[in-house]
């Protein structure tokens, strides 16, 4: 791992500035932030991206195609030329160009790849071989690591020469590490800058409480450590404690923005990662298979109601009261549901507090199914001076928002018992959970009590 | 604004030897890191807590206290002998405590604050008269502000003594101020580490193109900066370009959280900061409204279904295609709705790239609609052999469909345009809009073509 070669940016705050004065020689790129100049590149036709990207300096070029959407990322690192491409992605943050790896064509990957230099292409190699979702799939390798044994004084003087020497950012920490390399302390430029001169790291900064995850942890749990303790990275290393890289803040909150994104898109069966940048055609692609799922679901529905078509016949304004019933549950299913889905990705779950977390979403669920049963109870026997009609319909409603509040707040927590996305969909099964049993409850009861 | 007097301890990575060596005298709190005391906090019985926190040295149970669940924290403080109570909050990061003010039962909140020493009382009142959602609601106010005419090695020896004397946290920036308290750069302990000694501060890092946020900007508007840019923290300014405070990165992703929960807690009509450890009660009160709402909005479904009550006689089968042409439209609009929600949450919409957004879902619910409709088409005709009514279910199903996606995109930028929360009930009043409309397109079609 090369010491702090191309560091994350995310030290440096007043980064119009200092790009200028790196780079006198393209104005026009030179005052923008990378962020800045990926939502220009983007704005633009491609063959005008082309030529402005073959316009740039190769360290702005890569920063700057390293904070594009990535779609639009891929789609111009495909047009450019290969030779050019593969001297961007080698100047890339490493974590950053190995994402591009996965999304690239294979065998174009290949291409660039292998005009990309041997430590470089190992690096991109190496963090490729690790699950995308987890530590490993996220971690830079980027780190500044020091050896325990040096003083607070040569650190300095390396970590200036380093700096001086290749124009990079200091990161927020610096790891100090053993001569078996095992990760044995963490220090901030805080502690080096107020370290006595002479005084051996070792003596000040070996820490044997020291917060790491190992490679394998998943992407969500290192946003939840560093989200709990706010830090600004953490480290991740291997089963024997040797440093791997590190998981910086600003990949965090992507992580925890993407999270976000993918429960509540999930929930509905749109895809996880859709935008509004996404092809249509992409998009059908990926909600369509859950349309058909909930075709499939509503014809369980439509069943029941089948069943009960001669009480229907007999009392068409129970078809006007079905839609009421299927939406309150349906509603209140959606309520609960909201509520689980973002505690889990906030939180983890016992067994005992998920049971407490259900049994709370069945309270809310009777205390307003009764309330809105009263309010339904008047409203029906307004309408229809028929009491019994009413009851029934009052009942069913209750029974159908309890049905909700139960399914809602439980499908999340046994699809995470069985090892799946507890968002996935949710919805769509809560629906139809809603639906048919509304129907049963309503035209079963009238058929029982009614007809 | 005192000079870095309680700082977050965000820039302290392992936290648990800290504690440790600042705390000899309660190990068993001193081991702990303040967001794993707070869980411990919270895992006891009110009494429990009360022992404890009165056990506790005030800096640890003011870190531990502010890293506390909203509702717990009040819980205890209340419950803590007032002078104790002013201590700890005295003690606390201005910001934290200004949030907890904000909770308290204001005539007990009065009483305590009178009994906080004065400087650390006005700054806290002083937080209290921003806007919650704004920058300034979630500023500290503990920033590292030097002069713009001390020398770097000047800048050293300040940072030195105070980081020394007050045991305290340097942040991760230090603003520079000119005479008139006008920020005017920014540097990070690197670039001061970096600078040469003798050189006025002014000369390296006078700033012009400085990124800061004046107080009344929207937290949304904070984070997404922070995070566009990579930052670790943003300085938040008035009119005159005075230096107020800071929000740093970490409460940064405690905006994010709460700002993705709300959307997906809201979009169904329940409370923005509901959790599983809400009071069921709460929870009942906030999704009630919502409710009632929604009851409404069946009301009118129920309504047109009336309308059509004489064709349902006839035509009983019509009731059971019913759900299937709701749940379908209502589907595949919660599909725009949740990725127009995430986007919006994510940048800033211009009226052109929302035409486009909206067309975009219209496609997609055009292009589903129709494959959907088709197998609808067969199913129907498979189980009525009535070519007809499948042509009558499938037109339905697909105008419907198509009206989904338009409202689903749509509904989230009629309500910001309108400078509403485009998340809030969204959910709801999308699918009143297609399970009215999808009853009166199929009742309507069955009632002109089949009976």
């Not at 020091?146 to 200036?160: N, P, V």
């Not at 003596?203 to 290192?222: G, I, P």
């Amino acid at each position: 791992m090369p010491e702090d070669k191309k560091q994350h940016d995310a030290t440096e705050h007043e980064a119009p500035e200092k790009t200028e004065e790196q780079d006198a020689t393209s104005p026009e790129q030179g005052e923008m932030h990378p962020a800045d100049a990926a939502d220009h590149i983007e704005n633009l036709e491609l063959a005008e991206q082309i030529a402005l990207v073959q316009g740039m300096d190769l360290p702005h070029a890569a920063e700057a195609i390293a904070e594009m959407e990535r779609h639009e990322r891929i789609d111009l690192l495909e047009a450019l030329p290969r030779e050019l491409a593969a001297e961007i992605l080698g100047e890339m943050a490493t974590d950053d160009a190995a994402d591009i790896f996965d999304d690239l064509d294979e065998e174009l990957g290949d291409k660039i790849l292998e005009r990309i230099e041997r430590e470089d292409r190992e690096e991109i190699e190496a963090l490729r071989g690790f699950d995308s979702d987890s530590a490993g799939g996220v971690m830079n390798t980027d780190a500044l690591i020091l050896d325990e044994k040096l003083t607070a004084d040569q650190a300095i003087t390396i970590i200036r020469r380093e700096v001086a020497d290749k124009d990079i950012e200091v990161p927020y920490y610096i790891y100090l590490v053993d001569e078996a390399e095992h990760l044995v302390g963490v220090l901030s430029m805080r502690d080096l800058l107020l370290a006595k001169p002479g005084s051996m790291l070792s003596d000040s900064f070996h820490d044997k409480s020291l917060v790491a995850v190992t490679f394998d942890v998943d992407r969500e749990e290192v946003a939840h450590l560093i989200s709990h303790y706010n830090f600004i990275a953490i480290p991740v290393v291997d089963y024997e404690d040797r440093l791997l890289g590190v998981v910086t803040v600003d990949d965090v909150i992507d992580i925890i923005h993407e999270e976000a994104t993918e429960d509540m898109q999930t929930m509905v069966g749109a895809g996880a990662d859709e935008t509004v940048d996404t092809p249509w055609k992409r998009s059908v692609g990926k909600r369509l298979p859950w349309l058909l799922v909930n075709v499939a679901n509503s014809a369980v529905s439509a069943y029941v109601v089948h069943l009960f078509e001669g009480t229907i016949e007999q009392m068409a304004f129970l078809a006007v009261l079905m839609p009421i019933v299927a939406n309150q549950a349906g509603n209140t299913g959606q309520q609960a549901l909201a509520v689980m889905i973002r505690q889990l990705a906030l939180e983890k779950f016992d067994r005992r507090r998920s049971w407490l977390a259900v049994l709370r979403e069945v309270r809310i669920g009777l205390a307003n199914g009764l309330l809105i049963a009263l309010c339904v109870l008047g409203g029906v026997m307004l309408v229809t001076l028929n009491p019994e009609l009413s009851f029934v319909m009052a009942l069913a409603l209750l029974l159908d928002m309890v049905i909700g509040a139960l399914a809602g707040s439980a499908i999340p927590l046994v699809m995470k018992e069985l090892g799946r996305d507890p968002a996935q969909a949710s919805s769509i099964f809560l629906t139809a959970m809603t639906d048919s049993l509304g129907f049963l409850f309503l035209l079963g009861l009238a058929q029982l009590f009614l007809v």
